[in-house]
C-alpha cells in the first residue's frame, strides 16, 4: 500500500503550492473533500448538517475545504472565498476536523482552464497524506451546498466495512425549490437521470450508477489505482467514476441520502445547475430522454458481446447490422474490428476479454450510442412508462409516480 501511495504522489498528485491549514491531525479513516466557490453563505448550513452526525464517526473523518477560484475570477467570487478563508480562520467548529486550502489568494489561484476537478483532486491528494494508511482509508466527495442526513457517516463507514466493497455512489435526493418552475425543472431532470440508471441496468451495463459530484465515495487504494480525481472542469464526477469502475465495482450505500441544491448555476459548461437554469429559461428540455428500444439495442449489443467474445470482428459486425443500423455505423467510426482484435490478441480468457471490451465500450460510449439512438424528442411521461412497464412495474404515467417509484429503486428512502 504505501509503495503505490508513494509512486502516486511522485507521478500523478498535484500537491505544490497548495498547503493544509486547520486541524493537523493525521490518525483519520475518512476524508470528506469540498470545493468551495463563492458559497460563503451555504457553507456553514452544510456543516451544521454534517455536525448532527455521530460524535464517533466525527471523530475519525476529517473535513477538506478547498477554496478555490481560477485566476480570472470575479471581484464578487474573490471577495466571498476570502470571506470564507478568514471564517475558517475564526471558528473551532468542534466537533468537525476541519483543514482547508487555499486556493484563491493570488500566487494560490487555479489555471483560468481549470475548475471544480483540480480543486477536488487538490483535496484528495492532499488527504492522502493526512489518513492512517494502517487501514484502508476512504475518501468521500462533498459539494458546500449540499445538505447530508444524521446518518450519513454511519451509512458509508457500515458500506465500506461489508465484503470488499471499495467504490461507491450514495442515494441522492436534490432539495425542495419554492420557485414553481425550479422545482417542476429539477424533478424533469431527475426523472431523466433515474430513467436512465434504470434502463442502464435492465440493458447489463457495468455503468449503471449515477454521477453526482456530491455523492460518492471510494476507499483511497481504489483512488490510487484509479489514476485520481481528473483535472476537468465539467464532469469531473463521471470521469472519475467511470475510471473508478474499471478498477474497482462501484455499489450503492444504503440507509442515507444526499441532498444537492437545485439552484442555476453558470460554473461549468455542464451539470445539474447549467440543466436547470436551461430548463427554466429557454421552456425546452435540454437533454433527450432514452427510450425501450434505446436501452433494448444497447442490451443487445452487450448481450452480443458476451456470448460471442471467441468470435472475429466481422461477424459480430455482421450480426450487429440485425441489432441496429445506428450500431454498426457507430463501430465502424469507432474502428471496433480493430479494437476487437487487438482485444483478442493480448487477453486469452473470456473473462480478460470481456472485461477489456467494457473497458472500450465504457460509460461515455454507451452515453453516445444511446444519444444517436434517441434523435428526436418524445413525451418523458410516455417513454418512461414504457421503460418501467418493460421492467416489470406496469403501466405508470404520472411523472411525479414514476419518480417516486425510481427513488424508491434506487435507494431514496
Given at each position: 500500500m504505501q509503495r503505490a501511495l508513494e509512486k502516486y504522489l511522485k507521478t500523478r498528485a498535484i500537491t505544490s503550492p497548495w498547503t493544509v491549514a486547520g486541524t493537523n491531525r493525521a490518525d483519520i479513516s475518512a476524508v470528506i473533500v469540498v470545493p468551495v466557490l463563492a458559497e460563503r453563505e451555504n457553507l456553514p448550513t452544510m456543516l451544521d448538517s454534517l455536525s448532527l452526525n455521530s460524535t464517533e464517526y466525527l471523530a475519525r473523518t476529517l473535513i477538506v475545504i478547498v477554496i478555490n477560484n481560477r485566476v480570472d475570477v470575479s471581484s464578487a467570487e474573490f471577495s466571498d472565498n476570502q470571506k470564507t478563508l478568514d471564517w475558517l480562520h475564526s471558528i473551532p467548529y468542534s466537533p468537525l476536523n476541519l483543514a482547508w486550502i487555499d486556493a484563491s489568494s493570488p500566487g494560490f489561484e487555479l489555471p483560468a482552464k481549470d475548475g471544480v476537478g483540480l480543486a477536488r483532486k487538490i483535496g484528495f491528494d492532499a488527504a492522502l497524506q493526512r489518513v492512517d494508511w494502517n487501514i484502508d482509508p476512504i475518501l468521500i466527495s462533498l459539494d458546500a451546498d449540499t445538505?447530508?442526513?444524521?446518518?450519513?457517516?454511519?451509512?458509508?463507514?457500515?458500506?465500506?466495512?461489508?465484503?470488499?466493497?471499495?467504490?461507491?455512489?450514495?442515494?441522492?435526493?436534490?432539495?425542495?425549490?419554492?420557485?414553481?418552475?425550479q422545482e417542476k425543472a429539477i424533478r424533469c431532470y431527475e426523472l431523466y437521470l433515474r430513467s436512465y440508471l434504470f434502463g442502464l441496468s435492465m440493458a447489463g451495463s457495468p455503468y449503471s450508477f449515477h454521477s453526482i459530484g456530491s455523492a460518492f465515495a471510494c476507499r483511497a487504494t481504489a483512488y490510487i489505482r484509479a489514476g485520481g480525481m481528473n483535472r476537468r472542469?465539467?464532469?469531473?464526477?463521471?470521469y472519475f467514476l467511470q475510471?473508478?469502475?474499471?478498477?474497482?465495482?462501484?455499489?450503492?450505500v444504503e440507509g442515507t441520502v444526499v441532498h444537492p441544491s437545485p439552484r442555476f448555476s453558470h460554473r461549468v459548461p455542464f451539470g445539474t445547475g447549467r440543466v436547470i437554469q436551461e430548463q427554466v429559461e429557454r421552456e425546452t428540455l435540454p437533454f433527450h430522454f432514452v427510450s425501450v428500444a434505446g436501452f433494448k439495442i444497447l442490451?443487445?449489443?452487450l448481450d452480443l458481446i458476451r456470448c460471442h467474445v471467441d468470435e472475429p470482428a466481422d461477424q459480430i459486425r455482421e450480426q450487429s447490422v440485425n441489432i441496429s443500423a445506428v450500431l454498426n455505423q457507430f463501430l465502424a467510426e469507432?474502428?471496433?474490428s480493430s479494437t476487437w482484435e487487438k482485444l483478442q490478441n493480448n487477453h486469452a480468457s473470456r473473462e480478460q476479454r470481456l472485461t477489456a471490451f467494457h473497458h472500450w465500450f465504457d460509460g461515455l460510449r454507451t452515453r453516445q450510442l444511446l444519444t444517436r439512438i434517441e434523435n428526436e424528442r418524445h413525451s418523458p411521461a410516455v417513454l418512461v412508462a414504457e421503460l418501467l412497464s418493460r421492467g416489470g412495474y406496469g403501466e405508470i404515467e404520472n411523472e411525479l409516480e414514476q419518480l417516486k417509484l425510481l427513488e424508491t429503486l434506487q435507494g431514496v428512502r
Open positions: 445538505l447530508v442526513e444524521p446518518d450519513y457517516l454511519s451509512a458509508i463507514f457500515d458500506h465500506f466495512s461489508v465484503g470488499k466493497n471499495r467504490a461507491a455512489v450514495i442515494p441522492f435526493r436534490h432539495q425542495f425549490s419554492p420557485i414553481v418552475r472542469c465539467g464532469g469531473e464526477d463521471f475510471q473508478l469502475a474499471k478498477t474497482a465495482v462501484i455499489k450503492m442490451k443487445e449489443w469507432l474502428n471496433f
